[in-house]
Nanobody
Framework: QVQLVESGGGLVQAGASLRLSCAASRRPLSSYVMSWFRQAPGKGREFVAVINWGGGVTHYADSVKGRFTISRDNARNTVYLQMNSLKPEDTAVYYC????????????????WGQGTQVTVSS
């Protein structure tokens, strides 16, 4: 089974940028559709972005469209989330997730998750 480890979170001011990374091991990243989700305190896990196996298809939540960019480097077994123009409402724990079959947006469809990385945006 694939193992996922996120990094790159931190505390930033509104308007700043961060790049999250999700490194895969034990299985090649190219075998998986990769997604980012986030979970704010007291809220459910929310879809952020998804990218297909080769990186040619992406899809974003309306709340991040135009500000966030998902990408992948299969040679490095890593998927990224570039986050620009961050807002306080982007504060959450960000998780990457992997699926073998389809680019689902529901977290219940995913079996493979990282441990999460905290992003905090101050106003």
């Amino acid at each position: 089974q694939v193992q996922l480890v996120e990094s790159g979170g931190g505390l930033v001011q509104a308007g700043a940028s961060l790049r999250l990374s999700c490194a895969a091991s034990r299985r090649p990243l190219s075998s998986y559709v990769m997604s980012w989700f986030r979970q704010a305190p007291g809220k459910g896990r929310e879809f952020v972005a998804v990218i297909n196996w080769g990186g040619g298809v992406t899809h974003y939540a309306d709340s991040v469209k135009g500000r966030f960019t998902i990408s992948r480097d299969n040679a490095r077994n890593t998927v990224y989330l570039q986050m620009n123009s961050l807002k306080p409402e982007d504060t959450a724990v960000y998780y990457c997730a992997a699926h073998t079959s389809y680019y689902y947006t529901a977290p219940s469809e995913y079996n493979y998750w990282g441990q999460g990385t905290q992003v905090t945006v101050s106003s």
